[in-house]
Every structure is written in structure tokens, then in C-alpha cells.
């Protein structure tokens, strides 16, 4: 009977480490994702910035 009982707790165990190991998992793709994201906005972010500024700079030569 005991060791049925420990059978049973180690499954159980095993079940709830199983499901927290792919919540993590799926929180970490989006979070990961959503990094990427930021980054990519922020790289357009640059570009333009970067480009405004290069035509401010011939405007002003004119």
C-alpha cells in the first residue's frame, strides 16, 4: 500500500513538473518573440532617424 501511495506522489509530481516545464517553455517563446519584435521596431526606429537626419544635414547646405 505504501509504495503505491509513493508510486502515485511520484507521478503526481512528475505531471506537475511536466506541465510547469511547458508553461515556462511557451512563456519563454513569447517573451523571446516579443523581444525580437522590440528590436526590429527599434532598428526601423534608427533607420528613419538615422535618414531624417542625413537630409536635414543637405537641406541645411542649401
Given amino acids: 500500500m505504501a509504495k503505491t501511495f509513493i508510486v502515485h506522489k511520484k507521478k503526481q509530481e ?4 511536466e506541465s510547469r516545464k511547458k508553461t515556462h517553455k511557451q512563456l519563454n517563446e513569447f517573451y523571446s518573440s516579443d ?3 522590440k528590436e526590429k521596431i ?3 526606429e534608427d533607420q528613419i532617424f538615422e535618414h531624417l537626419k542625413q537630409h536635414t544635414k543637405k537641406v541645411l547646405k542649401k
Avoid at 14 to 17: D, E, G, P
Fill in 14 to 17: 512528475h505531471r506537475k513538473n
Fill in 35 to 37: 523581444q525580437k519584435e
Fill in 42 to 44: 527599434q532598428s526601423v
